[in-house]
């Protein structure tokens, strides 16, 4: 242990130097850093805010298709009327074409910058399907294995249901979304889900360190593990084991198609959530839809060292697209996560304070939650909020 | 859609097969009120428990299968869920024997037992055979297990034209494929191919496709935009309980399983319900509703009608409900007051 801790206080003292490169300068050193998870990843102390250079940060953007472009132009709007110590390098993504340059492009940006913003990337699945998601495509080369969304039933909102409080952690990388198929035979297709027992201890550590660093009481796994024993059997059983180390929090699990019913018609009963790919993109659009839609809700990707923000239902939005009536609430709230992450807690909660204030105001609401409100409409407000706050602010 | 033709009174037999806990209470709910309402079905009471066949493998009792083949219509309870009993589940020997490929949930709101959600009224249809529930899993190497989707042809085209026959037969505007191919390419590809082309010969129904995780979203925001619901197993199993969540629990949710051959089998989706097994307090509506579902498959559209009319008229009254939905009556009082109705309506 002597030797760890000997290893970290050096670390802190090369940081400044490598930046991100402390894996590489620790191996020159002769000792191995023990697995990621002593990192303390979640509360990201040992990973200095990336990519800062004259105390402004660059942050990777991929304004992907639909609504994403127009929605980040708003988030970048907000940013330089703020004074956002933020500036956005921007990398398109063509999902018309079949070759992965692009893609690979905003990987490498990523994996530069660190930290990124995106807009959904459309999938055509009439092209081949050698042609993978390019958004699944992202995760997983950057590893980002946890996706995290927190569902608020938000004060200005008409809902059904009311006071909803939950935290959705998703397994990100693996499970049936492994894009694993084939056709054995002519007309029979086999697609595999894996579920491995590392990614599942992973999730499972990090759904409670977040829990217990929220002050949440409860963690409830989703599963099916009555039909899919091997596979959500090892999942339940890495919760379970990871569960056993955090005796303050309680631990229940759950089957899918129950936990949906029981969202549905009582959602206040969940506190903590964490399931593996496919159910987490099921329950994550029900709570979604709860709280008033997918224009409300931000999304978080988290890996061990990169960070990706978006809107948590990861919706194209076609149809709405360029109408100037998509609401920005979601994508303006994951851009205020980022600034949490890049540690700018002023900015992001003026803004966030900002966008809260907004939604009390029912005339201004978007389509999405009942209202006729504009896009720009609401940005304006929104920078209105910021600028009555007395922050700085630029010449408008 | 297999409608029996027959002349006016003549009985048609229904394999009752009445299930664990609360089945026997609630199947003699359900008989007393189609004797009342004088349906023209003759019960067979069958016992499913697995025994052992020639070979080892496990199998239903040879009479159930003789009636229900006789029969082709079926009526079934709760069923037991046996933990580590060597056999597989009930639900499943069943599903294999009369190759039962869809399971149909009509979700329809029910005036009088208030929920969030009102005028939900859609069907939700899904392939029962395959998918993610194949039950072909290996563990590669330790600490890696690997779950096999399986995806046919031919499965998918089967459930595709029934989905559309069903639309037809029932006077439903749209059918909508579920799906995530955007993930699952080959595979989600493969059942949505097979639903546009069954499409094609289908241009009086409305046919639109939707991503899983949208129709989730739009589900619990709007439920009324939904009609026809046709999808893969796991999507199925998560939605037609999303979608029985919505009008107020498996209690009072129908459901039908079509099989080949013309044979159906319909039963109640909820529990066995052991504490309360007995005790004259458990709630018939979910059997009723998937014994209407099944009077209206035989073509006895006005028995269905007027059973279910007694059934929901009793619910808003809210005089004399069951625990589950809100009353302290019991299960006898309830199914009193609706063989009542009946005969008032006649």
């Known amino acids: 242990m002597a030797a760890h801790s000997a290893v970290l206080s050096m670390s802190k003292i090369i940081k400044p130097f490598w930046g991100g490169h402390l894996g590489n300068t620790v191996k020159v050193f002769g000792t191995t850093l023990t697995s990621h998870r002593n990192k303390s990843s979640l509360t990201r102390e040992n990973i200095p805010p990336p990519a800062k250079y004259g105390g402004r940060h660059t942050v990777t953007l991929i304004p992907g298709d639909g609504i994403g472009p127009e929605l980040l132009n708003h988030v970048r709007e907000v940013f330089r009327f703020s004074c956002v110590p933020v500036d956005f390098e921007v990398v398109h993504v063509n999902s018309a074409v079949e070759t992965e340059d692009d893609i690979n492009n905003a990987i490498t940006a990523i994996r530069r910058n660190g930290v990124a913003l995106k807009g959904n990337i459309e999938t055509k699945h009439t092209m081949a399907p050698s042609v993978k998601s390019r958004n699944n495509l992202l995760r997983t080369s950057l590893d980002l294995y946890a996706n995290v969304m927190h569902c608020q039933s938000l004060p200005g909102v008409q809902t059904r249901h009311k006071n909803i409080d939950i935290m959705i952690i998703r397994e990100n990388t693996e499970g049936e979304y492994s894009s694993l198929e084939h056709e054995s035979v002519s007309g029979v297709v086999e697609s595999l889900k894996i579920i491995t027992r590392n990614n599942s201890l992973r999730i499972a550590d990090y759904a409670f360190k977040l829990a217990r660093e929220k002050g949440r009481r409860r963690v409830t796994a989703v599963h099916k593990a009555n039909i899919m024993k091997l596979g959500d059997g090892l999942f339940l059983q890495c919760c379970r084991e990871v569960a056993s180390g955090y005796p303050d929090i309680t631990f229940d699990s759950m089957i899918v198609d129950n936990t949906t019913m029981q969202l549905v018609s009582k959602p206040q009963q969940f506190d903590v959530m964490v399931m593996p790919n496919l159910y987490g993109n099921v329950v994550s659009n029900v709570c979604a839809g709860l709280v008033g839609g997918p224009g409300l809700v931000p999304g978080a990707n988290y890996g061990h060292v990169y960070a990706v923000f978006e809107t948590a239902t990861r919706n194209t939005g076609k149809s709405i697209a360029n109408r100037n009536i998509a609401n920005p609430t979601a994508m303006l709230l994951a851009s205020c996560m980022m600034l949490d992450h890049l540690k700018l807690y002023d900015h992001a909660s003026s803004i966030r304070n900002a966008i809260l204030n907004t939604m009390n105001e029912t005339r201004l609401h978007t389509a999405d939650i009942g209202g006729q409100g504009t896009t720009s409409e609401v940005v304006q407000t929104i920078m209105r909020f910021i600028q009555s706050k007395g922050q700085l602010t630029s010449e408008y | ?346």
Not at chain 2, 55 to 66: N, T
Request: glycine share 8%; with cysteine.
């Open chain 2, 1 to 346: 859609m297999y409608t029996h033709t027959h002349t006016f009174k003549e009985m048609q037999t229904v394999t009752l097969i009445p299930g664990d806990g609360i089945g026997p209470e609630i199947s003699s709910a359900v008989m007393k009120i189609f004797e009342t309402a004088k349906a023209p079905i003759r019960w067979e009471e069958r016992n499913v428990t697995a025994i052992k066949g020639p070979g080892g493998r496990w199998m239903i009792p040879p009479d159930a299968k003789e009636s229900m083949d006789k029969s082709k219509i079926g009526l079934k309870g709760p069923l037991k869920t046996p933990i580590a009993a060597g056999h597989p589940s009930m639900n499943l020997l069943l599903r294999k024997t009369f190759d039962l490929y869809a399971n149909v949930r009509p979700c329809i709101s029910i005036e009088g037992y208030k929920t969030p959600y009102t005028d939900v009224n859609l069907v939700t249809i899904r392939e029962n055979t395959e998918g993610e529930y194949s039950g072909i899993e290996h563990v590669i190497v330790d600490g890696v297990v690997q779950s096999i989707k399986l995806i046919t042809e031919d499965a998918s085209r089967r459930i595709a034209e029934y989905a559309f026959e069903y639309a037809r037969n029932n006077q439903r505007n749209s059918v909508t494929a579920v799906h995530k191919a955007n993930i699952m390419r080959m595979s989600d590809g493969l059942f949505l191919r097979k639903c546009r082309e069954v499409a094609e010969n289908y241009k009086d129904i409305k046919f639109t496709e939707m991503y899983l995780d949208t129709v989730c979203l739009n589900m619990v925001q709007d439920p009324t935009q939904f009609d026809v619901l046709v999808m893969p197993n796991l999507y199925g199993d998560i939605l037609s309980d999303l979608c029985a969540g919505l009008i107020g629990g498996l209690g009072v949710t129908p459901s039908g399983n079509i099989g080949a051959n013309g044979v159906a089998i319909f039963e109640s989706v909820h529990g066995t319900a052991p504490d309360i097994a007995g005790l004259d307090l458990a709630n018939p509506t979910a059997l009723l509703l998937s014994a209407v579902m099944m009077l209206r498959h035989m073509g006895l559209h006005d028995y269905g009608n007027k059973i279910q009319t007694a059934c929901f008229d009793t619910i808003r009254d809210k005089k004399v409900l069951t625990k589950d939905l809100g009353g302290n009556s019991k299960c006898s009082e309830f199914t009193a007051d609706i063989c009542r109705r009946i005969q008032d309506l006649d």
